[in-house]
């Protein structure tokens, strides 16, 4: 490995970021700052101090997908604005030292110890959710009533059954009442009861 040369873990997530960075559009502002834009959110980038207003490039120390866009617009190497942590000289020094040899697992010393187990897992009150929490940097799902169309008036925004237009009832016909009232009948089989007229209650005998 030289010593500019980057670890596999550095080379996989800028492969990464790359790709990612493909998406974002970058605008220059002027004075060494520009701006990113990811979907309808912007990032403010500057290439010369490595900072994002998303965060990424200053925790991770590899340039995130703003800044990469930025990168590749400006016709610079990414290589150059990786932190030098990730790169073969550091690589090396890390392991400079002498590292004591460790024996082969058959040859440990064994103990009478008891197994450590995992805590249980203790179902918490109440309904657990159905939907998974999103990110502070996803996109919020949208309203369903923002793509219904009526039917009737062919307008956005609301359905056949609350449409305000003059086109006719939107309401669907009320059902009729079955009754389930049981008769009776006489000795030569015909209907001997009578309803009840309305608001009044029948009398019993």
Same mark, same amino acid.
């Given at each position: 490995m030289e010593p500019q040369d980057l670890t596999e873990h550095a080379k996989v997530e800028l492969e990464l970021r790359t790709v990612e960075s493909r998406f974002c559009y970058s605008t220059p502002c002027g004075g060494?700052?520009? *701006? %990113?834009? *990811?979907?309808? %959110?912007? !990032?403010?980038?500057? =290439? /010369?101090?490595?900072t994002c207003g998303c965060g990424v490039w200053q925790v991770s120390g590899i340039p995130c997908k703003h800044g990469l866009r930025? =990168?590749?617009?400006?016709?610079? $190497? +990414?290589? /150059? !604005? %990786?932190?030098? !942590?990730?790169?073969? #000289?550091?690589?090396?020094? #890390?392991y400079a *030292?002498?590292?004591? @040899?460790? +024996? $082969?697992?058959?040859?440990?010393? *064994? !103990?009478?110890? @008891?197994? =450590?187990? @995992? +805590?249980? =897992?203790?179902?918490?009150?109440?309904?657990?959710?159905k939907q998974r929490k999103r990110g502070a940097m996803e996109a919020?799902?949208?309203?369903?009533?923002?793509? %219904?169309?009526?039917?009737?008036?062919?307008?956005?925004?609301?359905?056949a059954r609350t449409c305000k237009s003059g086109t006719g009832s939107?309401? #669907?016909?009320?059902?009729q009442r079955v009754s389930t009232r049981k008769r009776k009948t006489g000795d030569d089989g015909a209907s001997t009861s009578?309803?009840? +007229?309305?608001?009044?209650k029948s009398k019993q005998a």
């Open positions: 060494g700052e520009y *701006e %990113v834009r *990811e979907g309808h %959110v912007k !990032f403010p980038v500057r =290439i /010369d101090s490595r930025v =990168i590749y617009n400006q016709r610079l $190497d +990414p290589l /150059d !604005f %990786v932190s030098h !942590f990730f790169k073969g #000289a550091a690589y090396k020094l #890390a *030292e002498h590292m004591q @040899p460790m +024996p $082969d697992p058959t040859q440990w010393p *064994e !103990f009478n110890l @008891p197994t =450590i187990n @995992p +805590p249980g =897992i203790k179902r918490t009150a109440g309904r657990p959710p919020k799902k949208r309203k369903r009533h923002t793509s %219904v169309k009526c039917s009737k008036c062919k307008e956005m925004g609301h359905n939107s309401k #669907a016909p009320p059902k009578k309803a009840a +007229p309305k608001g009044k």
